[in-house]
């Protein structure tokens, strides 16, 4: 494995720890630190530290899209198509902010349809994106996935842990979750905790606290190590989406 893995391997060891085991640890450390006299940080701290705000709460600045498509309604970035309102293909509205290696945490809302928060992405124009994919879906159909858009296509279904060689082999090494148990900790048509975090060739997305894909992605042309931040509208049926408390985080 190459060393930015190794380093992923810590990074997002540390940020997605929720395990019986990790909670442990973490225990035993507040205990030390007290016995030490050392600082202990307060939650709020280690939840904002290093994160950074890219959506205001109040306007699209800093955001570009179609202006039929997507507004800001109860402080929500909202997208929105109906049937007197339709899109032709997949639209996105797409972030100034471009991320090579991030965690990014954010809360969902979906309505009705399929949408998407697109990272390491390709601006096409045209209000269009291609690449990684968490997929936001209001059934459980794509519950979790690692979706590529307009490239490989899937990638990882939700609770897999895949590898993808140099060749562009992907092989399942295990699983992240319990899909049963994912799709009981999705709140329905209510406010959902995503976060995402990319470290070198290495993808983990997690959802309401349950890590849903841990993906190592080092197909030779195709596996994308910076891109463009953006959110999915969907082609098709009418749908709703919505998406606030935006907050990225750079790694290194």
Known sequence: MAK??????????????????????????????????????????DTDEGFMRIFDGKSLDGWRGKSQFWSV????????????????????????DHAADFELRLKVKIVSGNSGIQYRSIDMGGSVVHGYQADVDATDKFLGDLYEEGRRGLLAKGCD?????????????????DPSE???ALRWQDWNDYRVIAMGDRLMQEINGIVTVDVIDKERNKARTEGVLALQLHAGMPMLVQFKDIRLKTLR
């Open 4 to 45: 930015s893995s190794h380093l992923a391997d810590i990074v997002v060891g540390i940020a997605l720890c929720g395990s019986r085991i990790c909670w442990v640890m973490r225990f035993v450390g507040l205990l030390a630190a007290l016995f030490l006299g050392l600082p202990v940080a307060s939650p709020a701290a």
């Open 161 to 177: 842990k895949v590898e993808i060689s140099e060749d562009g082999n992907d092989v399942v090494i295990g699983k992240t979750c």
């Open 73 to 96: 309604r109860d402080g929500a970035i909202t997208g929105e198509t109906t049937k007197e309102n339709p899109t032709d293909g997949n639209t996105f509205l797409i972030s100034q």
């Open 182 to 184: 994912l799709a009981k």
